[in-house]
């Protein structure tokens, strides 16, 4: 299983990225997505992850943020509106074919990470 992430950048606070994730080696369909972030000195938390057809966000990230599957392009998309400072962190793609609902916030619960790709909100 290999995940690329794509999309990070420089933007100013309120402005929009949509990052992507693209996987291979894998039965995409069949497979639990998420994304987290990591800021310097922090842990890695939980961002947003797609199990299914449900959907879940972590406070900081509901209402602003929407991820998305396309099960034909193999790729999870993450969608962030009104970006913040705080926002500032690389941000993982994860998938995992076993992962429960109750542990999708849980970073170690996933099995399988990209590389990362920095988002950089200035103020």
């Known amino acids: 299983v290999q995940l690329q992430a794509s999309g990070g950048g420089l933007v100013q606070a309120g402005y929009s990225l949509r990052l992507s994730c693209a996987a291979s080696g894998m039965v995409f369909s069949r497979y639990a997505l998420g994304w987290f972030r990591q800021a310097p000195g922090k842990e890695r938390e939980f961002v947003a992850a797609v199990k299914r057809g449900d959907t879940s966000y972590s406070d900081s990230a509901k209402g602003r943020f929407t991820i998305s599957r396309d099960n034909a392009k193999n790729t999870v998309y993450l969608q962030m509106n009104s970006l913040k400072p705080e926002d500032t962190a690389v941000y993982f793609c994860?998938?995992?074919?076993?992962?429960?609902?109750?542990?999708?916030?849980?970073?170690?619960?996933?099995?399988?990470w990209g590389q990362g790709t920095q988002v950089t909100v200035s103020s």
């Open positions: 994860a998938a995992s074919a076993g992962v429960i609902t109750s542990s999708l916030r849980n970073s170690g619960a996933w099995a399988y």
